[in-house]
């Protein structure tokens, strides 16, 4: 093994191997022709599986990249033509069915579990929380169900990008305005994911504001301003998380009815007959 390259992932990790192949009796001993990759993936329990990569060079290397550029393309055709418009349809359903919803009494109001609950909770040295003081349920519903559109937006927009970036024609002088267009759509597509990542940070604040207020009321319970806090943090992180849901909503109409109106010139940047790298 003549190097090694470790990648850890949240589900597995994956370690890409060097490995030297000893050349047959008569043959020429050349170093750097006579190493292929091995890559070994590490799975959750433990096990391990060694996969050998193709050691590929010259036309087969290109025929490769060349299927992976059409796999990126097909999958970025499909998410723009049909994922997008899904996706804000669905969402203007749903925001019209939750439109000027508020969160129930019954999940707002804590200041009465905290009081009975903050004398069970005067703890030995060694004892533990008798009950737990549990968290808002609509708003983690939403918090949810907002998680998974972001990571789907934050996917979505990474192939289309990807595709597009694939669709740069090399660097040349004059006739660039097509180029400037995608460069443009890319970075728009970069703004969505910003987006995207701010609202996911935003989600472990609440939680951890919430807490602290939580643990506020249970050691000072006869400080009603502390409960009525935690309701009104319930409160505006559930109205926020409606907000964020149309902005998503936002984001996807302008991103396909950006992509849409451009589409020829993300294809063709160029005028003239200029083939792209896939």
Same mark, same amino acid.
């Given at each position: 093994?003549?190097?090694? %390259?470790?990648?850890?992932?949240?589900?597995?990790?994956? #370690?890409?191997? #060097?490995?030297?192949?000893? =050349?047959?009796?008569?043959? /020429?001993?050349?170093?750097?022709? $006579?190493?292929?990759?091995?890559?070994?993936? *590490?799975?959750?329990?433990?096990?391990?599986?060694?996969?050998?990569? =193709?050691?590929?060079?010259?036309?087969?290397?290109?025929?490769?990249?060349?299927?992976?550029?059409?796999?990126?393309?097909?999958?970025?055709?499909?998410?723009?033509?049909?994922?997008?418009?899904?996706?804000?349809?669905?969402? *203007?359903?749903?925001?019209? $069915?939750?439109?000027?919803?508020?969160?129930?009494?019954? %999940? $707002?109001?804590?200041?009465?579990?905290?009081?009975?609950?903050?004398? /069970?909770?005067?703890?030995?040295?060694?004892?533990?929380?008798?009950?737990?003081? =549990?968290?808002?349920?609509?708003?983690?519903?939403?918090?949810?169900?907002?998680?998974?559109?972001?990571?789907?937006?934050?996917?979505?927009?990474?192939?289309?990008?990807?595709?597009? %970036?694939?669709?740069? =024609?090399?660097?040349?002088?004059?006739?660039?305005?097509?180029?400037?267009?995608?460069?443009?759509?890319?970075?728009?597509?970069?703004?969505?994911?910003?987006?995207?990542?701010?609202?996911?940070?935003?989600? *472990?604040?609440?939680?951890? *504001?919430?807490?602290? +207020?939580?643990?506020? #009321?249970?050691?000072?319970?006869?400080?009603?301003?502390?409960?009525?806090?935690?309701?009104?943090?319930?409160?505006?992180?559930?109205?926020?998380?409606? +907000?964020?849901?149309?902005?998503?909503?936002?984001?996807?109409?302008?991103?396909?009815?950006?992509?849409?109106?451009?589409?020829?010139?993300?294809?063709?940047?160029?005028?003239?007959?200029?083939?792209?790298?896939?």
């Amino acid at each position: 093994v003549t190097g090694v %390259q470790t990648c850890a992932l949240p589900i597995l990790s994956m #370690s890409l191997y #060097s490995v030297s192949k000893h =050349p047959a009796n008569g043959e /020429k001993d050349d170093s750097n022709a $006579n190493l292929c990759k091995k890559a070994v993936f *590490t799975l959750p329990e433990g096990k391990t599986e060694a996969i050998t990569l =193709p050691d590929l060079a010259g036309s087969a290397l290109e025929e490769a990249m060349e299927s992976v550029g059409k796999d990126v393309q097909s999958q970025a055709e499909t998410i723009i033509s049909k994922t997008f418009p899904a996706k804000v349809l669905a969402l *203007t359903k749903f925001l019209e $069915n939750i439109k000027n919803t508020r969160l129930p009494a019954s %999940q $707002n109001v804590v200041a009465g579990n905290l009081e009975a609950n903050s004398k /069970k909770r005067k703890l030995n040295a060694a004892s533990e929380p008798s009950d737990a003081i =549990p968290c808002c349920r609509p708003v983690v519903e939403m918090v949810d169900l907002l998680k998974v559109e972001l990571t789907e937006l934050i996917e979505y927009c990474g192939t289309v990008k990807l595709w597009i %970036q694939l669709n740069i =024609p090399k660097i040349e002088d004059g006739n660039n305005f097509g180029v400037s267009v995608q460069e443009e759509i890319v970075n728009e597509l970069s703004r969505a994911e910003d987006s995207a990542f701010g609202i996911l940070e935003g989600m *472990t604040k609440y939680f951890v *504001t919430r807490a602290r +207020l939580v643990s506020k #009321s249970l050691k000072y319970p006869q400080i009603d301003d502390f409960s009525r806090s935690i309701v009104e943090l319930d409160e505006k992180e559930f109205l926020n998380m409606q +907000l964020c849901l149309n902005d998503l909503r936002k984001n996807y109409f302008i991103i396909f009815d950006i992509l849409t109106k451009n589409m020829e010139k993300l294809k063709k940047p160029r005028s003239q007959n200029h083939s792209s790298m896939y």
